[in-house]
């Protein structure tokens, strides 16, 4: 089955056509910057210039950075305050004429993994973490996704976590991959102490440099892998949530 996923970032809108049989995406994906300011009717826009490139009028799904609930966009940290409460799956439907399911992008990125990536066939509790402009988590027990946990954050260093230890941070503060990566160290070993996960997955953009700040992940005493989807993972499981007809916080990985 053919579905439209795109994946809203704090740089990038992206999109593409994906098999959700196999997770291949059958186009090249189609990026748009994200505009600034990033408000509802920028950023809807964005999306629906990416729907009229592949000329789609499908089954669809969005990924979304913040916390989704009721097809309304709940929190914003890395968009404009106005998408708080926003009726994001109304205005998507309105203008597709389509259904659109709309879910939290670490979420999405999760079920990716999880269904074809590094967290295939694996039980117990998986914690996939983004690694991009923000920090995004998404929590697996035996396959099950527990939604919405906005753990990026926490407080880490006296401030929210991905003001310290995001990708956007090392870019933005000039650290070396050493410096940065025992950010990582500390955040990831804050969160095991939180959740006793069996398997952290790092994922985001950041994830193809992962030999270059794995040897400081040193503290945490849980598995740790780099995501294999890349930044292919938001899209497919975007496209993933798109055709899952129950209630999405009750999504389970097949």
Do not use: C
């Not at 009717?41 to 009028?57: N, Q, Y």
């Not at 709309?102 to 990716?112: K, P």
């Not at 027990?141 to 995001?166: C, F, K, R, S």
């Amino acid at each position: 089955m053919e579905v439209l996923g795109i994946d809203i970032g704090g740089s990038g809108v992206k999109g593409a056509i994906v098999d959700v049989k196999t997770g291949e995406l059958l186009t090249s994906r189609y990026r748009i910057p994200t505009p600034h300011p990033a408000t509802p009717e920028a950023v809807l826009k964005t999306v629906e210039e990416i729907i009229e490139h592949f000329e789609w009028h499908g089954l669809m799904g969005v990924g979304y950075p913040g916390v989704v609930k009721g097809g309304k966009t709940r929190t914003a940290a890395n968009v404009h305050e106005r998408w708080i409460n926003f009726p994001v799956e109304m205005e998507l439907e309105r203008f597709t004429g389509q259904r659109v399911r709309v879910i939290n992008d670490a979420d999405a990125a999760g079920l990716a993994e999880m269904r074809f990536g590094a967290g295939r066939d694996r039980d117990g509790v998986v914690v996939m973490i983004t690694l991009g402009t923000g920090i995004g988590v998404a929590m697996f027990t035996d396959g099950h996704l527990v939604p919405n946990l906005e753990l990026g954050h926490i407080e880490l260093g006296g401030e929210d976590a991905e003001h310290h230890a995001a990708d956007s941070a090392r870019e933005r503060e000039d650290l070396s991959w050493k410096k940065w990566g025992k950010r990582v160290d500390r955040y990831l070993y804050t969160l095991e102490k939180l959740l006793w996960p069996d398997l952290f997955i790092i994922g985001g953009g950041v994830s193809k440099d992962w030999n270059k700040f794995a040897p400081y992940l040193e503290k945490v005493n849980v598995e740790i892998v780099p995501a294999e989807m890349r930044n292919q993972a938001g899209i497919v499981g975007a496209a993933l949530a798109g055709v899952y007809e129950g209630n999405i916080h009750t999504i389970a990985v097949e």
